[in-house]
C-alpha cells in the first residue's frame, strides 16, 4: 500500500498532579452518526469515524492551554521525532512522580497501535524528564471493532518494549527520546504533521511564505478591505523586507522592522495573515493544527470562517484536524455534534476534561446556555464569588472622605 499514513485517534494523562488522576481526549466520534451528518468528520474504516474539529472550552486557568501544550508536546515527541526538552512538555510536565501517557494511532493498512510512554524527573537534574519506560503493542483493525473496542489491547502484540531492548539498541536511544521512529520507518507510515500556533496567541507577528512573497489578495481583503498589497521579501541575509500599500493612498510603506509595518495594521490583521498561512498547511498535507483562544482578537465572522474550511468536504479533502480552545460559548453552538466539544473544570484544584456529550444530560438545549448557567459547574464563576467581587468593587470606589462629592461646578 502506498502513501500509508499514521494518524492520532485519542490519548489518555495520568498522574499528572494538576489533573485529575487520569483524563482522556479523543477524536474518535462517540455519538450516533447519520448519514447526512459527517462533512466534518473522517470515515477511517468499518462504522469508526473521527472528528475533523474538535474544541476545549472553559473558563479562565480551567487548564485548557496546559491540555493542549501536553497533547501537542506528546504528539511532537512521537511523531516529529523530538525529545522532551525540544516541545512544549519541557513547560508542561511538573511534579517528583512518574507520569504516563497511552496514545492510540490508526495505521492507514488497518493497524491499530498504542504507545504507552511514562516520563520521570531524571535524578540529580533538576526540571529536567527522561523516558523512564515505553512499549508499542499493535493489533488488526477489523470492521467488526466498535468505537470501544478498538481501545482495548487486551490481546494485542508487543511491537516493541523498551525494556527489552539489547545493550546496542539502549546505548543508541537518547533517554529523552521515543522509540515510536523505528515502527513508522519499518512501516513506512506517513505521519501527520502538527501546526504549532501557541506562540501567536497573544504575540503578533506574520509568518507568511509564498513563491510570489505576496500575500494573497483575498485573504487581504477578507481581513481588511482598505489594503492593496502587503508583500514580504527575503533579502540575502535572510532578513525581511515588508511593503504595505492602502487603497486609494500613492504612499508605499516600506521597512526591514515589522513594528513599523504593524502600526499601520490591526492585530487581528496581523493574526489572520499568520493563521491563515497555519491553516493552509494543514490542509495541504492533512495534519493537526493546535489553536489556543481561536477568538482572540478576531471579528467572530472571522472565527467562523477558519471553522467552516474544517467543516467543509470540499475545502478539506486530506481531512485534516483543528483543535483548538476557546472561552466564548456561543462558539460551541456553531458545532455539530457535542463529541466535538470538551470542557475543561478545575474542581478543588484538580483540573478535569470531560466530553460535553457524556457530562450533559439534554443534547437538544442551547449549549451556550447550559455552559453559561453553570449547569455543568465549574463553567463560570459561582454566584457567591459574583457577590463577593462586586461588594468588594463598591467599597473600592467609595469616596475615601463621605463629605467629597461634585457639587458648585467643582
Known amino acids: 500500500m502506498k502513501n500509508k499514513k499514521l494518524k492520532f485517534l485519542k490519548m489518555d494523562i495520568i498522574n499528572h498532579p494538576l489533573f485529575k488522576e487520569e483524563i482522556s481526549f479523543s477524536l474518535v466520534a462517540s455519538q450516533k452518526i447519520l448519514n447526512d451528518e459527517h462533512d466534518d468528520m473522517t470515515n477511517l ?57 497511552k496514545t492510540y494511532f490508526y495505521g492507514s493498512d488497518h493497524f491499530l497501535y498504542l504507545d504507552e510512554l511514562t516520563v520521570a524527573p531524571e535524578t540529580g537534574q533538576e526540571n529536567r524528564w527522561v523516558i523512564s519506560s515505553e512499549k508499542i503493542l499493535e493489533k488488526k483493525f477489523l470492521k467488526s471493532h466498535t468505537r470501544k473496542s478498538i481501545f482495548d489491547f487486551s490481546k494485542s502484540t508487543v511491537f516493541m518494549d523498551r525494556n527489552q531492548l539489547d545493550p546496542l539498541q539502549s546505548s543508541l536511544l537518547a533517554p529523552d527520546d521515543s522509540f515510536i521512529r523505528t515502527l513508522i520507518n519499518q512501516k513506512q507510515y506517513e505521519t501527520q504533521r502538527i501546526q504549532d500556533t ?32 502587503l508583500f ?65 482578537h478576531f471579528n467572530l465572522s472571522i472565527v467562523h470562517t477558519f471553522l467552516e474550511y474544517f467543516m467543509d468536504p470540499i475545502i478539506n479533502q486530506n481531512h485534516a484536524t483543528l483543535i483548538f480552545s476557546t472561552h466564548y460559548a456561543d462558539l460551541i453552538n456553531d458545532l455539530n455534534r457535542g463529541d466535538q466539544i470538551f470542557v475543561a473544570r478545575r474542581d478543588t484544584g484538580k483540573i478535569s476534561i470531560d466530553r460535553y456529550s457524556e457530562i450533559a444530560d439534554r443534547q437538544d438545549i442551547n449549549r451556550a446556555e447550559v455552559f453559561m448557567s453553570n449547569y455543568l459547574g465549574g463553567t463560570a464563576p459561582d454566584y457567591d464569588t459574583y457577590i463577593e467581587l462586586r461588594n468588594q468593587t463598591i467599597d473600592l470606589t467609595k469616596p475615601k472622605d463621605k463629605n467629597m462629592g461634585i457639587a458648585d461646578g467643582k
Do not use: C
Not at 513563491?211 to 481588511?224: F, G, M, N
Open 198 to 229: 501557541l506562540l501567536y496567541t497573544n504575540t503578533n507577528f506574520p509568518f507568511f511564505r509564498t513563491r510570489e512573497d505576496q500575500i494573497p489578495s483575498a485573504i487581504l481583503r477578507y481581513l481588511d478591505p482598505t489594503i492593496e498589497y
Open 232 to 296: 514580504i521579501e527575503q533579502k540575502e541575509d535572510s532578513k525581511s523586507f515588508y511593503r504595505l500599500k492602502f487603497k486609494n493612498s500613492s504612499e508605499e510603506i516600506t521597512d526591514s522592522n515589522f513594528a513599523t509595518i504593524e502600526y499601520y495594521l490591526s492585530s487581528g490583521t496581523v493574526k489572520g495573515i499568520t493563521l491563515y498561512q497555519y491553516v493552509l498547511n494543514a490542509l495541504r498535507s492533512g495534519g493537526i493544527i493546535f489553536i489556543d483562544e481561536l477568538e482572540n
Open 45 to 101: 474504516y468499518g462504522s469508526i469515524w473521527t472528528n475533523n474539529i474538535t474544541t476545549l472550552i472553559g473558563r479562565n486557568a480551567s487548564g485548557k492551554t496546559l491540555t493542549m501544550k501536553l497533547i501537542m508536546g506528546m504528539l511532537d515527541l512521537l511523531l516529529h521525532q523530538r525529545s522532551i526538552e525540544q516541545t512544549h512538555l519541557k513547560e508542561a510536565l511538573i511534579g517528583i512522580k512518574p507520569i504516563t501517557f
